[in-house]
Nanobody, 130 residues
Framework: QVQLVESGGGLVQAGGSLRLSCAASGLSFSNYGMGWFRQAPGKEREFVAGIRRSPWSVDNTFYASSVKGRFTISRDTAKRTTYLQMNSLQPEDTAVYYC????????????????????WGQGTQVTVSS
């Protein structure tokens, strides 16, 4: 049984930082690209960041324009864990953050489509106060 378990969410003031973690089990971790999505109240779930299955690939990360330069995605194959380091957080970053795993090769416009992801976590709440 595949499980993706997010942790690290919480309440932070604007300008602060958080690091989210996503622990994977029940799948061959190194065979999956990983992604982070978020969903704010009343809005659709949107792509945040993605990382290829191999951390040594050229251009192995991809970011939404709204978070580029502030967020960093990484993965630790030995720990089967994906991370999202979030800096300079703003109130508009408030959302439930989900990690997801994909076996689909990246498209030319990046790993942004929810339908391309095979497995999802339950999400972790991030709230940024002004």
């Amino acid at each position: 049984q595949v499980q993706l378990v997010e942790s690290g969410g919480g309440l932070v003031q604007a300008g602060g930082s958080l690091r989210l973690s996503c622990a994977a089990s029940g799948l061959s971790f190194s065979n999956y690209g990983m992604g982070w999505f978020r969903q704010a109240p009343g809005k659709e779930r949107e792509f945040v960041a993605g990382i290829r299955r191999s951390p040594w690939s050229v251009d192995n990360t991809f970011y939404a324009s709204s978070v580029k330069g502030r967020f960093t995605i990484s993965r630790d194959t030995a720990k089967r864990t994906t991370y999202l380091q979030m800096n300079s957080l703003q109130p508009e970053d408030t959302a439930v953050y989900y990690c997801a795993a994909t076996s689909t090769p990246w498209r030319t416009d990046g790993p942004i489509r929810r339908a391309d992801y095979d497995y999802w976590g339950q999400g972790t709440q991030v709230t940024v106060s002004s």
